[in-house]
């Protein structure tokens, strides 16, 4: 089983940033790690995921999102700006070893965190 621990999220205003982390443990770094996150009365949607040296991002984060990690840490950080009120929802740290072409596919993978509140409002 994998344990994935991300850190709190928060209320931001329209425009501002927030940087999410996903923690996991040594033994797990040979899975690939990805963000979704769900609004309410939404269906859970894509938002960013990490293979390797490869990166992927859903269309409406797309130049304002960055998933990246900490060399040397198990841990990785979704860096997320210019907030809009369109990104309220939980936000989901996922693990798993999806194909490229399925990673923004809700069971492609196995493993999933807690959630956490991300809320943009002014």
């Known amino acids: 089983q994998v344990e994935l621990v991300e850190s709190e999220g928060g209320l931001v205003q329209p425009g501002g940033s927030l940087r999410l982390s996903c923690a996991f443990s040594e033994a797990d770094r040979r899975y690939d790690i990805g963000w979704f996150r769900q609004a309410p009365g939404r269906e859970r949607e894509f938002v960013a995921a990490e293979s390797g040296l490869l990166t992927t991002y859903a269309d409406s984060v797309k130049g304002r999102f960055t998933i990246f990690r900490n060399i040397g840490k198990n841990t990785r950080y979704l860096q997320m700006n210019n907030l809009k009120p369109q990104d309220t929802a939980i936000y989901y740290c996922?693990?798993?070893?999806?194909?490229?072409?399925?990673?923004?596919?809700?069971?492609?993978?196995?493993?999933w965190g807690q959630g956490t509140q991300v809320t943009v409002s002014s």
């Open positions: 996922v693990a798993g070893q999806p194909t490229f072409a399925t990673m923004n596919k809700t069971d492609a993978w196995d493993y």
